[in-house]
């Protein structure tokens, strides 16, 4: 390694990933900070991200390299489904979870619900490599409120049948924190349509590994088939885990080909990450987690 490489960049964004090991990038450019109502919020220009968000100071999403979480969370149970018509999103006012839904022919209609309306507005002014404006498509339902009454109180009261739910949230602590329990997990199931699935992240193994075990036993309380996978996420600086969580739907019934027959036929163009070997492989765990999810 270079003297070079050794010293420190000026100005570094870092975040914490577990009590003695973090995770730092060259800073860039401020483009706006402050403290919303529920949270404090940052805008970056950085060299190797390009345009990122920070969220009470943890990494949430930037331009070049969103798709590795938000096809992941997408696709894999969505790809599983014969047809997704209605999906509800769970936070997600960065709108890429959104633009995902958004490529398949048969969707109908994205319900978003977004607790800070200043991530949906700080999206559409600075995020659109992120978003490519699904946060103003005609098929999305913007709703700025608690996720946590939504699924409760205001989606048992309308009869939704929703074919993918997608958690798309900050990690579960906090604010958040409730979003990640079994009431929730099973109000979520019940919203629900036949053959339905949820979608979340799960956390970092190697510095979470408490967190990721805990929520995987906690879906497999409520859902018949959960199936965690694992893939590097270079924003969040480590292995991450995200899941999906069914009674009926299991996505590693489909064979990689079938995976890829299915991209082809509903015409689900610009993915830079997700195919169907992608697909399977993700599902392959080591036997460090084999031993952690047992």
């Not at 209605?86 to 959104?98: K, Y």
């Not at 949820?198 to 408490?210: I, K, M, N, T, V």
Request: charged share 25%; with cysteine.
């Amino acid at each position: 390694m270079t003297d070079a490489r050794l010293r420190l960049p000026a100005e570094v964004l870092s975040e914490w990933l577990s009590e003695d090991a973090g995770y730092f990038l060259s800073a860039g450019r401020l483009l706006e900070a402050g403290t919303s109502r529920w949270q404090h919020y940052e805008v970056w220009d950085t060299p190797r991200f390009g345009r990122l968000f920070r969220l009470d100071g943890c990494f949430m999403s930037s331009e070049r390299d969103e798709f590795h979480y938000h096809e992941n969370l997408v696709h894999v149970p969505a790809m599983a489904h014969e047809g997704v018509r209605q999906a509800l999103i769970i936070g997600g006012g960065d709108g890429g979870s959104a633009e995902e839904l958004l490529k398949y022919p048969t969707i109908e209609r994205v319900v978003i619900v977004e607790l800070d309306e200043k991530v949906v507005d700080l999206s559409r002014r600075y995020l659109q490599g992120i978003h490519h404006g699904a946060l103003d498509d005609a098929r999305v339902d913007l709703r700025i409120g608690d996720g946590l009454r939504y699924v409760t109180v205001d989606g048992p009261a309308a009869a939704a049948g929703y074919d993918l739910i997608v958690l798309d949230l900050t990690d579960p602590v906090g604010l958040a924190e409730a979003l990640y329990g079994e009431d929730f997990f099973r109000a979520c199931r019940a919203l629900l349509a036949d053959g339905g699935a949820l979608s979340l992240h799960l956390g970092a193994p190697a510095f979470q590994p408490e967190r990721v075990q805990a929520l995987v036993r906690r879906l497999r309380r409520v859902f018949a088939c959960v199936r965690p996978y694992f893939l590097h996420i270079p924003l969040y600086g480590s292995l991450w885990g995200l899941a999906t969580a069914s009674d009926r739907l299991d996505p590693l019934a489909l064979a990689a080909e079938e995976i890829d027959r299915r991209i082809m036929e509903r015409r689900i163009g610009e993915l830079q990450h997700y195919n169907g070997a992608v697909h399977h492989a993700q599902f392959a765990l080591p036997n460090h987690l084999r031993a952690l999810l047992a």
